[in-house]
């Protein structure tokens, strides 16, 4: 029992710190919604919580998703981002994979693994150092804040 824990690689946390600042207030306000609804997440799987308390909060998770997605792809359009097709590409990567993980729970073929939430933690946090950090000094140089 000590060994498996050992061997277990640890789930980074769910906290929002300065670091994944945008410098754009709403948008950084979203990041955070989705960074306490994962942490939503991981507290229900440390309860152990059931199929259908994940569910809804996977569901949630896949919502503001959507929603974060939308208006953040609307000020890249709006100011002319010229990686917006590569960067919306991104995005729907992730929507797919909530999407097919949501299925499959709803099907009761899986439960939610450290694994899988594991994958939707880094994911997020990568997106936001690697590929929204891109955008920064051009919504700055356009003035949004
Ligand atoms: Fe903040 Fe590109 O997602």
Not at 65 to 91: D, I, N, Q, S, V
Request: charged share 25%.
């Amino acid at each position: 029992m000590a060994i498996q824990q050992l061997a277990q690689p640890a789930v980074s946390s769910c906290q929002w710190t300065a670091q994944y600042s945008v410098n754009v207030a709403r948008l950084d306000d979203q990041h955070k919604k989705l960074f306490e609804i994962l942490g939503s997440l991981q507290q229900a799987m440390m309860a152990r919580k059931g199929t259908d308390v994940i569910s809804s909060i996977v569901s949630e998770l896949a919502n503001y998703t959507k929603t974060h997605f939308a208006c953040e792809e609307g000020y890249l359009r709006m100011y002319g981002y010229p990686e917006l097709e590569a960067h919306k590409k991104e995005h729907e990567i992730f929507v797919e994979k909530i999407r097919q993980f949501q299925n499959d729970l709803a099907k009761g073929q899986v439960t939610l693994s450290l694994n899988v939430f594991r994958f939707l933690v880094d994911w997020l946090k990568n997106h936001i150092l690697g590929t929204d950090k891109k955008y920064v000094p051009f919504l700055q140089a356009k003035g949004v804040r």
